[in-house]
T-cell receptor, first 117, second 114 residues
Framework: DVKVTQSSRYLVKRTGEKVFLECVQD?????MFWYRQDPGLGLRLIYF???????EKGDIPEGYSVSREKKERFSLILESASTNQTSMYLC????????????????FGPGTRLTVL | DQQVKQNSPSLSVQEGRISILNCDYT??????FLWYKKYPAEGPTFLIS?????DKNEDGRFTVFLNKSAKHLSLHIVPSQPGDSAVYFC?????????????FGEGTQLTVNP
């Protein structure tokens, strides 16, 4: 079974703080993704990565950066947290070259509920 | 620009009846579609998918239908069970590249009443 873990389930930070969200997957997946989930907006892609040291902007990258130094780990960084970054953050991973019928299936971690005060 | 839309934020059905969740998309390049289920305080879990070369895919109580001309897909759950109560997300991807990015809808909260 694929396991995607996130460093914290709940996090409370102050405006202006630098925040690190960590994600680790144990299935040797090439692709990793960071989303945020907000009511009425669904899941929106922040950043993704197809390989170590590689990153691509998603739909809402402003205010965020990422780091992928090792294949299994993908970090999301909020350089200076703001109240509008209060959200549920979800990490996912997927396999490059998945077998037919399972293409693009992403496996998600449990999420980190971040509150910025 | 919402390329994948789930117009019903919520749906309530009786146990044993059919649940039908709908999803519309605008990008004609989408060729693979997935449904995810999400319980509170958990990450989404994959439920079922369909390729654009098919119009139906069935897995137990879950069936996904795709109408390419209408750019519409639906998820049928028969019979519905209380444990199916969750938020359901429709997602789509384009291109042959495996592991490519997904575009998600807003989600529909399904409540199955005993």
């Amino acid at each position: 079974d694929v396991k995607v873990t996130q460093s914290s389930r709940y996090l409370v930070k102050r405006t202006g703080e630098k925040v690190f969200l960590e994600c680790v997957q144990d299935m040797d997946h090439e692709n990793m993704f960071w989303y945020r989930q907000d009511p009425g907006l669904g899941l929106r892609l922040i950043y993704f990565s197809y390989d170590v040291k590689m990153k691509e902007k998603g739909d809402i990258p402003e205010g965020y950066s990422v780091s992928r130094e090792k294949k299994e780990r993908f970090s999301l960084i909020l350089e200076s947290a703001s109240t509008n970054q209060t959200s549920m953050y979800l990490c996912a991973s997927s396999l490059w070259g998945a077998p037919s019928g399972r293409r693009d299936t992403q496996y998600f971690g449990p999420g980190t509920r971040l509150t910025v005060l | 620009d919402q390329q994948v839309k789930q117009n019903s934020p919520s749906l309530s059905v009786q146990e044993g009846r059919i649940s039908i969740l709908n999803c519309d998309y605008t990008n004609s390049m989408f060729d693979y579609f997935l449904w995810y289920k999400k319980y509170p305080a958990e990450g989404p879990t994959f439920l079922i998918s369909i390729s654009s070369i098919k119009d139906k895919n069935e897995d137990g109580r879950f069936t996904v239908f795709l109408n390419k001309s209408a750019k519409h897909l639906s998820l049928h759950i028969v019979p519905s069970q209380p444990g199916d109560s969750a938020v359901y997300f429709c997602a789509a991807s384009e291109g042959e590249t495996s592991g490519s990015r997904l575009t998600f809808g807003e989600g529909t909260q399904l409540t199955v009443n005993p």
